[in-house]
Structure formats: structure tokens, C-alpha cells
């Protein structure tokens, strides 16, 4: 009997909700269904649940619709960090975002890309530590004190090492870090070699990033060059979430105060006449280099730089929960 209701109740599932529907139980009116929602990003699945609830709530004999959702794989939300050149802080940016972005409750990983100039592993206090491999080869990161897992050339190398590879080699070296078990990650950061050359481009085109992160300094030159990186995304169709303006004004270290010797708003007058939003500015302070020296963030300490980040990671946050995401 029970069985009846259930067929005719799948009949007046909306196609989405009968494709993805997964069980459908109904017990004295109330209808609990259990729907697979991978891939579909956070607005979908609740115009999905409005759809299927609506659906089944004008049936006859039907009192309350449950529904349940599941995902049988995270999608993993891959954002690019890059910038026109280099010294810009873009390393120091990935690291702290992902930390903040960690201590939100969300579980991320961080690639280092940069291979000509890997700093992750001393960033997140994990030189000297190897990766070790899966049965089927993948490489498993390494942990951090920070809880972001990690992977960098600096972990595959001995230390101090030069690195002479051409592009196809790197190239490789890139995918099986991308390609690495990330577990849980929902959220996977890679921080991109500065510039735009072949190794960035190739990196976009084989593992299409969510979105992409522009770094620069308030200097001009260093905007020119951002708006270059800017064309870099542009052209592996990667949307922007935005720019950050890093050693935007000079923290004392005394008193903690910002002054702005080169002026300000430089980068956020840039992101407005490119369209882009702007996420945010850090400034130049000492204690974030003695942080990033010490391979002790500053995103997971306490005061204004901690905040700073934060605010940066909780814009990056709402962004990606706006927009879908790879299947892991
Ligand atoms: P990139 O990855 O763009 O080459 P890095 O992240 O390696 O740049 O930063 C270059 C140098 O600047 C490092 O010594 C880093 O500690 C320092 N640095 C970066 N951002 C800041 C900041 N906001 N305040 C102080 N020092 C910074």
C-alpha cells in the first residue's frame, strides 16, 4: 500500500528532484526523502528542496515533506592566488588566508605552485617533512601545526636544491600535487608562481580554478602587473573573486598605528574600474614577516593582523559558497 503512495508521490518529483532522488520513504502523511546533491552549489539545492517540498506537499494524504540531502563527494573548491610579479607577498597571503580560512571551520589545503621559489613549507612550519604516497601513487600532503595540509616542491626536493626544470617537468610536478589525496579539503588554495608565463596557464587549463585572488601592492607598477594577471584568469575563463592590497600602509610597531606613506586606496580604485570587488588590505608590519620567518602565521595568532586576515577569508567564504565546485 505504502508502495503505491511512494510511486505515485516520485511521479510528481520535478525532473531534477526524480533524477537525483536516492530513497523515498512515507510513514502516516509525513514523506522523508533523501536527494544526492553533488555538485549543485548552495542556491540550487534550496530552490531543489523548495521544488520538491512544493511537489509533493499538494498530494492527497500528504501532511509534511522531509527533505534530506546528501553528497557523496565534497566539491572541491580550487582558488588560485596570483599575482603580476613577485616580492608582493602573494605566498605570505595564501598561507595566512588559508589559516583563517581553516580556523572558520572549513578544512583546506594549500598547493604551493610557485616551484622556481617554493615558501609554503617554511610558511606553514613544515620544512624538512616529507609527503608519503597512496597504494595507487597519490602523494599524501603533509600536515602543519596550523591544520592545513600542504604541499610544496620544498617538501619533494632537498633543501636548498636548485630547481632547473623546464616547463613539461613542472608542469607534472604541478598535477601530482593538485592531484594529491586532499582527504577531506573542501577548499583546496594554490598559490601561483608570479607572472603569467606558460606554467600558469597550463596550471589553469588542467585544473580550472573556482576562482582566483589577485595580490598587489599599492605601487603602480605592481597594479599594472596585477591587471596583467587579471588577463591571465581572463583568458582560462576563471572568475576573479577579487583583490587584496598587501603592505597597503605601514603598521608602527609600537603602537600599532597605520600610516599611509604612499597614499591609499590605490589597488581598490584599480578593482573598481576593472569591475572586481575588493577584499581587503594588510599593511606592511614587521611582525608579519617575523611571523612567516618563524613559520608561525600570523592568521592563527590573536590581534589586528589575525583580524585582518579574517575579514579577508570571510569575503573569499561567502564567495565560494555562492558558486559550485569540482567533484574531489
Ligand atoms: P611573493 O610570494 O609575492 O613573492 P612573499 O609572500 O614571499 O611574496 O613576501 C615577500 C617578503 O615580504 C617576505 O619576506 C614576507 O615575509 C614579506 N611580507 C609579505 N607581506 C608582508 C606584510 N604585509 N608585512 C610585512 N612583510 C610582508
Same mark, same amino acid.
Given at each position: 500500500?505504502?508502495?503505491?503512495?511512494?510511486?505515485?508521490?516520485?511521479?510528481?518529483?520535478?525532473?531534477?528532484?526524480?533524477?537525483?532522488?536516492?530513497?523515498?520513504?512515507?510513514?502516516?502523511?509525513?514523506?522523508?526523502?533523501?536527494?544526492?546533491?553533488?555538485?549543485?552549489?548552495?542556491?540550487?539545492?534550496?530552490?531543489?528542496?523548495?521544488?520538491?517540498?512544493?511537489?509533493?506537499?499538494?498530494?492527497?494524504?500528504?501532511?509534511?515533506?522531509?527533505?534530506?540531502?546528501?553528497?557523496?563527494?565534497?566539491?572541491?573548491? *580550487?582558488?588560485?592566488?596570483?599575482?603580476?610579479?613577485?616580492?608582493?607577498?602573494?605566498?605570505?597571503?595564501?598561507?595566512?588566508?588559508?589559516?583563517?580560512?581553516?580556523?572558520?571551520?572549513?578544512?583546506?589545503?594549500?598547493?604551493?605552485?610557485?616551484?622556481?621559489?617554493?615558501?609554503?613549507?617554511?610558511?606553514?612550519?613544515?620544512?624538512?617533512?616529507?609527503?608519503?604516497?597512496? !597504494?595507487?601513487?597519490?602523494?599524501?600532503?603533509?600536515?602543519?601545526?596550523?591544520?592545513?595540509?600542504?604541499?610544496?616542491?620544498?617538501?619533494?626536493?632537498?633543501?636548498?636544491?636548485?630547481?632547473?626544470?623546464?616547463?613539461?617537468?613542472?608542469?607534472?610536478?604541478?598535477?601530482?600535487?593538485?592531484?594529491?589525496?586532499?582527504?577531506?579539503?573542501? *577548499?583546496?588554495?594554490?598559490?601561483? !608562481?608570479?607572472?603569467?608565463?606558460?606554467?600558469?596557464?597550463?596550471?589553469?587549463?588542467?585544473?580550472?580554478?573556482?576562482?582566483?585572488?589577485?595580490?598587489?601592492?599599492?605601487?603602480?607598477?605592481?597594479?599594472?602587473?596585477?591587471?596583467?594577471? *587579471?588577463?591571465?584568469?581572463?583568458?582560462?575563463?576563471?572568475?576573479?573573486?577579487?583583490?587584496?592590497?598587501?603592505?597597503?600602509?605601514?603598521?608602527?610597531?609600537?603602537?600599532?598605528?597605520?600610516?599611509?606613506?604612499?597614499?591609499?586606496?590605490?589597488?581598490?580604485?584599480?578593482?573598481?574600474?576593472?569591475?572586481?570587488?575588493?577584499?581587503?588590505? *594588510?599593511?606592511?608590519?614587521?611582525?608579519?614577516?617575523?611571523?612567516?620567518?618563524?613559520?608561525?602565521?600570523?592568521?592563527?595568532?590573536?590581534?589586528?593582523?589575525?583580524?585582518?586576515?579574517?575579514?579577508?577569508?570571510?569575503?573569499?567564504?561567502?564567495?565560494?559558497?555562492?558558486?559550485?565546485?569540482?567533484?574531489?
Amino acid at each position: 500500500m505504502s508502495d503505491d503512495i511512494t510511486e505515485r508521490l516520485k511521479l510528481a518529483l520535478p525532473p531534477l528532484g526524480a533524477s537525483r532522488l536516492q530513497s523515498m520513504k512515507v510513514a502516516d502523511g509525513v514523506v522523508t526523502t533523501v536527494l544526492d546533491v553533488a555538485g549543485l552549489d548552495r542556491l540550487e539545492r534550496d530552490r531543489l528542496e523548495v521544488a520538491v517540498k512544493d511537489a509533493l506537499r499538494g498530494e492527497a494524504g500528504v501532511s509534511e515533506v522531509r527533505v534530506a540531502m546528501m553528497a557523496d563527494k565534497p566539491a572541491r573548491k *580550487i582558488v588560485a592566488v596570483g599575482s603580476g610579479k613577485g616580492g608582493v607577498g602573494k605566498s605570505t597571503l595564501a598561507a595566512n588566508l588559508a589559516v583563517a580560512l581553516a580556523r572558520t571551520g572549513r578544512k583546506v589545503g594549500l598547493v604551493d605552485a610557485d616551484i622556481y621559489g617554493p615558501s609554503q613549507a617554511r610558511l606553514l612550519a613544515t620544512e624538512g617533512s616529507r609527503p608519503t604516497a597512496t !597504494p595507487d601513487k597519490k602523494l599524501v600532503p603533509v600536515e602543519s601545526p596550523w591544520g592545513v595540509p600542504v604541499l610544496s616542491m620544498a617538501h619533494l626536493t632537498e633543501p636548498g636544491q636548485a630547481i632547473a626544470w623546464r616547463g613539461p617537468m613542472a608542469g607534472n610536478a604541478l598535477s601530482q600535487m593538485v592531484d594529491a589525496d586532499w582527504g577531506e579539503a573542501e *577548499i583546496l588554495i594554490v598559490d601561483l !608562481p608570479p607572472g603569467t608565463g606558460d606554467v600558469q596557464l597550463t596550471m589553469l587549463q588542467r585544473f580550472k580554478p573556482t576562482g582566483a585572488l589577485i595580490v598587489s601592492t599599492p605601487q603602480d607598477l605592481a597594479l599594472m602587473d596585477a591587471t596583467r594577471a *587579471i588577463g591571465l584568469f581572463d583568458q582560462g575563463n576563471v572568475p576573479i573573486i577579487g583583490m587584496v592590497e598587501n603592505m597597503a600602509g605601514y603598521a608602527c610597531p609600537h603602537c600599532g598605528e597605520v600610516s599611509d606613506p604612499f597614499g591609499t586606496g590605490g589597488a581598490q580604485a584599480a578593482a573598481s574600474t576593472m569591475g572586481h570587488a575588493f577584499l581587503g588590505r *594588510i599593511p606592511l608590519d614587521i611582525a608579519i614577516r617575523q611571523d612567516s620567518d618563524a613559520g608561525n602565521p600570523s592568521a592563527a595568532g590573536e590581534g589586528p593582523q589575525a583580524e585582518a586576515f579574517a575579514e579577508i577569508a570571510q569575503r573569499i567564504a561567502t564567495w565560494l559558497d555562492n558558486q559550485g565546485g569540482v567533484p574531489a
